[in-house]
């Protein structure tokens, strides 16, 4: 029964979601997107909130901007409770421990003033080498298929680019998972996901408070990737005395630690985090933009491949309107984070003008939800249009700050809480596809299905592209 009804002091003025909807992509063949048309728009358009089952209880989720305006800004009431919190027996928690993204409190401030510099100001010229280098792994691939135009599943190279240029970028050593696909580290990264993802213990999280052989494993292979991945930034910055002349994240982090700010764990949970959100982010909205430009490969793919043509440095490319008009349109219409439930109330309180809140409920926000409404965006809101950011790069810029500041776009949090990656992010995409957009035109793949993921991250699942090189 506790499965089936929320608790009886729950909100009685929005509405339930039925239990069963949040297992129907592990039953039937249902994306996330689907999901939502079919269970989720209505009563979160009229409601702007609704309580939901997910992770093994009830939660509630906000789409509408006024009501998570304020869930951003009072961050007293409802305050972060990350997975260290919520399922501190899960695997994923001993993965990502207590970081700067699921802190709360005096300790998430200790942690963001530690790594905002080293996130917010950082060297490009790796990401511009390994989108060279990824370039280069497509050619390879298009040169040992003689039938040109052979589809190529993205979702591995697009995951090794990016792990390539968080780790360079903001870690201080390399991954080096583009040079070889056959990298250590790459497949001990691999397996843990695996573990970690499980959807039967992501669904139940309960069991892994049992000593499950398999799981006891799992955790004790975590707990070996993380000191791998500790074993790679020593190496790199701590042996040679290199943290202390350089900017990374990574150095500052081992500066705190090094004079007492942090201890050894904190350390370690907030090198992990980085090094996940930085990888796992950017992976999915450079897949999401690839899908999308090869979607619409005879408008958008010819405009940008223009429009970049001549450019190469980083800020040009930021100052493109074609370009970022459609990559703020790719951040809306498929929010990489899709669902984020992670905020528990520390008292009873009131969202917006009538929904009472009890102490301890978790609450949640849904990104795709709030970008889709139709009373944030139009009619016209499930279309992709990157023209409605505008023409000119001062008003799509514009555009772009005035739905972040009023919550009717939250891909990327917003407020004190706002994501420090979003620079690093959108720099990532915009080298890449330039690089990409000057070397091959690329279609979707005529054997690849359209579909989303079916839960967790949204992107589009096992994406598989055609390429065909430009004859210059
Ligand atoms: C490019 C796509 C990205 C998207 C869509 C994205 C989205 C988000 C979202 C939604 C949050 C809030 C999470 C929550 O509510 O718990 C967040 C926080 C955060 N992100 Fe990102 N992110 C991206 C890239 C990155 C990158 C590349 C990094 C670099 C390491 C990063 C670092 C962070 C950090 C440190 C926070 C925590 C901020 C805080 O709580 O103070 N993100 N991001």
Same mark, same amino acid.
């Given at each position: 029964?506790?499965?089936?009804?929320?608790?009886?002091?729950?909100?009685?003025?929005?509405?339930?979601?039925?239990?069963?909807?949040?297992?129907?992509?592990?039953?039937?063949?249902?994306?996330?997107?689907?999901?939502?048309?079919?269970?989720?728009?209505?009563?979160? @358009?009229?409601?702007?909130?609704?309580?939901?089952?997910?992770?093994?209880?009830?939660?509630?989720?906000?789409?509408?901007?006024? &009501?998570?305006?304020?869930?951003?800004?009072?961050?007293?009431?409802?305050?972060?409770?990350?997975?260290?919190?919520?399922?501190?027996?899960?695997?994923? /928690? /001993?993965?990502?421990?207590?970081?700067?993204?699921?802190?709360?409190? =005096?300790?998430?401030?200790?942690?963001?003033?530690?790594?905002?510099?080293?996130?917010?100001?950082?060297?490009?010229?790796?990401?511009?080498?390994? /989108?060279?280098?990824?370039?280069?792994?497509? @050619?390879?691939?298009?040169?040992?298929?003689?039938?040109?135009?052979?589809?190529?599943? &993205?979702?591995?190279?697009?995951?090794?680019?990016?792990?390539?240029?968080?780790?360079?970028?903001?870690?201080?050593?390399?991954?080096?998972?583009?040079?070889?696909?056959?990298?250590?580290?790459?497949?001990?990264? &691999?397996?843990?996901?695996?573990?970690?993802?499980?959807?039967?213990?992501?669904?139940?999280?309960?069991?892994?408070?049992?000593?499950?052989?398999?799981?006891?494993?799992?955790?004790?292979?975590?707990?070996?990737?993380?000191?791998?991945?500790?074993?790679?930034?020593?190496?790199?910055?701590? *042996?040679?005395?290199?943290?202390?002349?350089?900017?990374?994240?990574?150095?500052?982090?081992?500066?705190?630690?090094? #004079?007492?700010?942090?201890?050894? =764990?904190?350390?370690?949970? #907030?090198?992990?985090?980085?090094?996940?959100?930085?990888?796992? #982010?950017?992976?999915?909205?450079?897949?999401?933009?690839?899908?999308?430009?090869?979607?619409?490969?005879?408008?958008?793919?010819? *405009?940008?491949?223009?429009?970049?043509?001549?450019?190469?440095?980083?800020?040009?490319?930021? @100052?493109?309107?074609?370009?970022?008009?459609?990559?703020?349109?790719?951040?809306?219409?498929?929010?990489?984070?899709?669902?984020?439930?992670?905020?528990?109330?520390? =008292?009873?309180?009131?969202?917006?003008?009538?929904?009472?809140?009890?102490?301890?409920?978790?609450?949640?926000?849904?990104?795709?939800?709030?970008?889709?409404?139709?009373?944030?965006?139009?009619?016209?809101?499930?279309?992709?249009?990157?023209?409605?950011?505008?023409?000119?790069?001062?008003?799509?810029?514009?555009?772009?700050?005035?739905?972040?500041?009023?919550?009717?776009?939250?891909?990327?949090?917003?407020?004190?809480?706002?994501?420090?990656?979003?620079?690093?992010?959108?720099?990532?995409?915009?080298?890449?596809? /330039?690089?990409?957009?000057?070397?091959?035109?690329?279609?979707?793949?005529?054997?690849?299905?359209?579909? &989303?993921?079916?839960?967790?991250?949204?992107?589009?699942?096992?994406? *598989?592209?055609?390429?065909?090189?430009?004859?210059?």
């Amino acid at each position: 029964e506790k499965i089936v009804f929320p608790p009886w002091n729950f909100p009685k003025n929005i509405p339930t979601i039925p239990f069963y909807v949040i297992f129907l992509p592990s039953i039937i063949d249902i994306d996330q997107t689907e999901l939502y048309d079919l269970y989720l728009r209505k009563p979160l @358009e009229k409601h702007g909130a609704a309580k939901l089952f997910f992770g093994s209880r009830w939660n509630i989720i906000v789409t509408k901007p006024q &009501m998570l305006a304020q869930i951003f800004k009072d961050e007293d009431t409802f305050a972060k409770s990350g997975n260290q919190k919520k399922i501190p027996h899960s695997v994923i /928690a /001993a993965y990502t421990g207590d970081n700067v993204i699921s802190a709360h409190g =005096k300790i998430w401030r200790t942690y963001r003033s530690i790594v905002t510099n080293g996130l917010q100001h950082f060297d490009d010229s790796p990401i511009f080498k390994n /989108a060279k280098l990824f370039t280069n792994i497509i @050619e390879q691939h298009l040169n040992e298929n003689s039938k040109e135009r052979e589809s190529l599943p &993205m979702s591995g190279l697009v995951q090794r680019l990016c792990l390539d240029n968080i780790s360079q970028v903001v870690l201080g050593f390399d991954f080096a998972s583009l040079s070889s696909d056959k990298n250590p580290l790459h497949n001990h990264l &691999m397996r843990i996901k695996k573990q970690i993802f499980h959807p039967f213990f992501l669904t139940f999280p309960f069991f892994d408070h049992l000593p499950i052989p398999a799981r006891k494993r799992g955790f004790a292979d975590v707990e070996a990737f993380r000191k791998e991945l500790v074993k790679h930034v020593d190496e790199e910055l701590v *042996k040679n005395y290199k943290f202390e002349q350089t900017t990374f994240a990574a150095s500052d982090l081992i500066r705190a630690y090094n #004079n007492g700010v942090i201890d050894r =764990k904190q350390l370690t949970d #907030n090198l992990v985090i980085l090094l996940v959100a930085g990888h796992e #982010n950017p992976q999915l909205l450079l897949t999401t933009s690839l899908y999308l430009l090869a979607k619409h490969s005879h408008t958008w793919q010819k *405009k940008i491949r223009n429009e970049i043509w001549e450019v190469f440095q980083s800020k040009k490319l930021s @100052e493109l309107p074609l370009l970022n008009s459609f990559l703020y349109e790719a951040v809306r219409i498929l929010p990489p984070l899709n669902t984020i439930i992670n905020r528990c109330t520390t =008292k009873t309180c009131l969202l917006g003008n009538n929904v009472v809140i009890p102490r301890g409920v978790y609450v949640g926000y849904n990104n795709f939800g709030s970008s889709h409404d139709t009373q944030s965006w139009g009619p016209d809101a499930d279309e992709f249009k990157p023209q409605r950011w505008g023409q000119d790069i001062e008003t799509i810029n514009k555009n772009w700050k005035y739905a972040k500041n009023t919550c009717k776009l939250s891909s990327f949090h917003g407020g004190r809480r706002a994501c420090l990656g979003e620079k690093l992010g959108l720099v990532e995409v915009r080298i890449t596809l /330039a690089e990409m957009l000057r070397r091959y035109e690329w279609i979707l793949a005529p054997d690849w299905e359209e579909k &989303m993921t079916p839960a967790g991250p949204l992107g589009p699942l096992n994406l *598989k592209l055609k390429f065909k090189k430009l004859n210059l």
